[in-house]
């Protein structure tokens, strides 16, 4: 049985299905070109931290996660479900568990796993401009992909606010992936500098 109401649990799904593609990715960037999201997480592993809303170390290990996966990836897999619980106020549903936020490692700012403080690509601004790295990015590709995720995660939970209200709508109708990523590539800081991502 799910611990979330049905839409939220698609939710998590959906953000669990981004996460390990931003995780391959990252790892791909590190050389490691073998590694696939399912790698990461199998359907079943999403399913079953969608259905059970894993928030300590101890119960996502009951997701089926192998040692591996936790050890390199479950700090930012807790992560993530615990932002999307705050992003939705989805504590209340959570009654068995200790409230989203109290504990040490609920509260942590968890790094991205793969990315490296000292990014050799990182670009440096002067004066109004903005410089760009060798991808064409403003910021060091770690942060890029961040700042996707975060849209990504933006746009889905305005798409599912809106279909609680009864509103056939879904991500793509607000931004595409395509806007998503011409955003995070370029950081538009002006109205005009937006109206260039592709809108």
């Not at 403003?138 to 995660?153: A, D, H, N, Q």
């Not at 798409?159 to 607000?174: N, P, T, V």
Request: include cysteine; hydrophobic fraction near 35%.
């Amino acid at each position: 049985k799910a611990v979330l109401p049905e839409i939220y649990t698609n939710g998590l799904l959906g953000k669990m299905r981004e996460l390990a593609q931003m995780l391959a990715e990252l790892e791909q960037k590190k050389g490691r070109k073998d590694i696939f999201y399912w790698h990461i997480l199998s359907a079943t592993n999403k399913q079953l931290i969608a259905q059970r809303v894993p928030t300590t170390a101890q119960e996502l290990s009951a997701c089926q996660l192998s040692d591996q996966t936790i050890r390199l990836y479950g700090q930012s897999i807790i992560a993530s479900v615990i932002e999307y619980v705050r992003a939705f106020r989805l504590q209340r549903y959570l009654t068995d568990k200790n409230e989203v936020g109290d504990s040490d490692e609920m509260g942590k700012e968890v790094p991205v796993v793969g990315k490296d403080a000292t990014d050799k690509n990182a670009p440096v601004e002067r004066g109004g401009g903005k410089k760009r790295n060798g991808n064409g990015m403003v910021l060091p590709s770690g942060y890029t992909m961040i700042l996707k995720r975060k849209l990504k995660e933006a746009v889905d939970s305005w798409a599912i606010e809106e279909q609680m209200k009864g509103l056939r709508i879904s991500c793509e109708d607000i931004l595409n992936s395509a806007t998503i990523a011409s955003i995070a590539n370029s950081i538009p800081t002006s109205m005009d500098d937006l109206g260039d991502c592709y809108l």
